[in-house]
C-alpha cells in the first residue's frame, strides 16, 4: 500500500495526461467519426468510397500498431510532432472509425421518410443531415458512443508503449522501484475503472434526458 | 405549372412507370387514382424528383427538373409534399417541425417563422397543439401539421401522396376538409388518393393508372358516371360498391 502512498504524484501526473489524452482524442473522434458518417450516407460516390475504406482500413488494424507507424514513421516523412499529441491524433483517427459506425447505425435506425421530408421541403442533403437525421440518430446511439469513450479511455494506455508517461506507464515506472506490482497496478485499474464508472453514469442520464417519444 | 412528358421508370426489371405524360395547369387539383401497384405514388415521388426517373422529362413552372444539388433543393422548396406517413421530425415539437425550413432554406427571421407558423395551424385547426411532440398528437392531427409545415414554404404547387391512407377512418374527413379548403383557395394540387368522394368533390380532373400507364382522364363527373375504359369500369365497380 505505501508503494502506492508513496507515489501520489506521479500517479496523479499520470492520471491528467491519461485524461487530457482521452478527452482531446475524443472530441477528435467525434468530429472524425461525424465528417466520415455524413460521406458514408452521403449521395457522393467517391465519398462513399473514401469512408468506406477509411472505416475499413482503421478497424482492421491494431491501434498499437498505428501507433508505432505513426511515431516511427511520421518522422521519417519530415512530420514531426510530440509523441503526446501524435498519440492523440492517432487514437483520434483510430476511434473515429468506430464513432462513424456507431453513428452510421443510428442514421439506419431513423426513418428514412425523415429524411425524405426534410428534402422534399427544400432542404440539402447537408442542411437535412444536421437539422433532421442527425440529432435523432444521436438519440439512439448514446450508449455505444459511451461504450466507446470507455474503450478509448482504456486505450490511451497503450500510448504507454511509444513512450508517453500516462497512468499505465507511470504505474510502470512506479513498480520498477517499488517491484510491488499488485498494489501498484491495482491502484492504476481503480483510476481507469473510476473514468469508466462517471461516463458510465453520465451516458445514462443523457440517453433518459434525450428519450424521444415516437 | 407541371409538365411530364414520356416519362419511364424501372424498379429492377419492373416497368412501374410506362410513357406517363401529364399536365397540371396553376391552380388545377388533379387527382390520381388506381388500383396498389399502378405506379401513381412513384409518379407522384418522380414529380420532386424523390425518385430519379429513368427516362422522359418533367418541367415545374417552365424548367426541368434538377438531377441534384443545390438547384433541386431550391425546386423542392417551391413543391409542397405531404407523405402518407406524416413524415413529421420526431425530435422537434410541432410548432418547430413548421418554423425549420422557412428559416433554413429561405432564411427567414425566427420571429417571423413563428408567425407564419402559429398562422398555419390556426389554419389547419390544430393551433393548441403547437407546443407537443408529434408522437403526442393523433393521426389526423400529425397529417395537419404536415401539410402545415409544407404550406409554410409557401409552394406554388402540393404533392399529396395517399394523404389519408394510414389515418384512423374517423380522422379522413378532417384531413380531406384541409385539402378542400386549400383547392378552393386555388392551390395547384397532385392528390394520389383512394378517397373517391374527395376526388368527385374537389378534384378538376381525375386520372386512373393502371400497370405504370395513364388509362384514362377526364372531368370527375363524367369519369366517374360514365367511363370510357374497361379497366377503369372494372377498379370503380371494387371501389364504389363496398
Known amino acids: ?214 | 405549372m407541371i409538365r411530364v412528358r414520356g416519362l419511364n421508370k424501372w424498379f429492377g426489371e419492373h416497368h412501374v412507370l410506362h410513357d406517363v405524360d401529364l399536365d397540371v395547369a396553376r391552380g388545377e387539383v388533379v387527382v390520381v387514382i388506381g388500383p396498389s401497384g399502378s405506379g401513381k405514388s412513384t409518379l407522384c415521388r418522380c414529380l420532386n424528383r424523390l425518385e430519379a426517373a429513368d427516362s422522359g422529362e418533367i418541367l415545374v413552372d417552365g424548367v426541368p427538373v434538377p438531377e441534384e444539388g443545390r438547384a433541386l433543393a431550391r425546386l423542392r422548396a417551391d413543391v409542397g409534399m405531404v407523405f402518407q406517413n406524416f413524415n413529421l421530425f420526431q425530435h422537434k415539437t410541432v410548432l418547430e417541425n413548421v418554423m425549420l425550413a422557412p428559416m433554413k432554406v429561405r432564411g427567414v427571421s425566427r420571429a417571423e417563422a413563428e408567425r407564419t407558423a402559429h398562422e398555419l395551424l390556426a389554419r389547419v385547426g390544430i393551433a393548441e397543439q403547437a407546443g407537443k411532440q408529434p408522437a403526442r398528437l393523433s393521426g389526423g392531427q400529425q397529417q395537419r401539421a404536415a401539410i402545415a409545415r409544407a404550406l409554410a414554404m409557401r409552394p406554388k404547387a402540393m404533392l399529396f401522396d395517399e394523404p389519408t391512407s394510414a389515418l384512423d377512418p374517423e380522422m379522413v374527413g378532417e384531413v380531406l376538409d384541409v385539402m378542400t379548403g386549400l383547392a378552393a383557395d386555388g392551390m395547384t394540387m397532385v392528390v394520389v388518393t383512394h378517397e373517391m368522394g374527395f376526388a368527385r368533390r374537389a378534384a378538376d380532373r381525375v386520372v386512373f393508372m393502371d400497370g405504370g400507364r395513364i388509362v384514362e382522364t377526364g372531368e370527375p363527373n363524367a369519369f366517374f358516371d360514365s367511363p370510357s375504359t374497361d379497366r377503369a369500369r372494372d377498379f370503380l365497380a371494387k371501389v364504389l360498391t363496398h
Open chain 1, 1 to 214: 500500500m505505501s508503494a502506492l502512498l508513496d507515489h501520489l504524484p506521479e500517479f496523479w501526473q499520470g492520471l491528467v495526461v491519461t485524461l487530457q489524452m482521452t478527452a482531446a482524442s475524443f472530441v477528435g473522434a467525434a468530429a472524425v467519426g461525424l465528417v466520415i458518417v455524413a460521406m458514408r450516407v452521403g449521395p457522393v460516390p467517391v465519398l462513399r468510397t473514401v469512408a468506406t475504406v477509411y472505416v475499413e482500413t482503421l478497424q482492421n488494424l491494431p491501434l498499437l500498431v498505428l501507433l508505432v507507424l505513426a511515431v516511427f514513421g511520421l518522422p521519417e516523412i519530415g512530420l514531426k510532432a510530440g509523441l503526446t499529441t501524435t498519440a492523440i491524433v492517432v487514437i483520434a483517427l483510430y476511434e473515429g472509425a468506430y464513432i462513424a459506425e456507431a453513428l452510421r447505425s443510428g442514421v439506419n435506425a431513423i426513418s428514412s421518410g425523415q429524411g425524405e421530408a426534410a428534402r422534399a421541403l427544400g432542404l440539402t442533403f447537408g442542411q437535412s443531415l444536421r437539422h433532421v437525421v442527425l440529432p435523432q440518430a444521436l438519440r439512439t446511439v448514446v450508449q455505444p458512443i459511451g461504450n466507446i469513450f470507455i474503450a478509448l479511455t482504456m486505450n490511451t494506455s497503450l500510448a504507454a508503449a511509444v513512450g508517453v508517461v500516462e497512468l499505465t506507464a507511470a504505474a510502470n515506472r512506479v513498480n520498477l522501484l517499488e517491484a510491488q506490482p499488485i498494489p501498484i497496478f491495482v491502484g492504476a485499474g481503480l483510476a481507469y475503472a473510476a473514468v469508466a464508472a462517471c461516463a458510465g453514469f453520465v451516458t445514462g442520464r443523457l440517453e433518459r434526458r434525450l428519450a424521444v417519444a415516437r
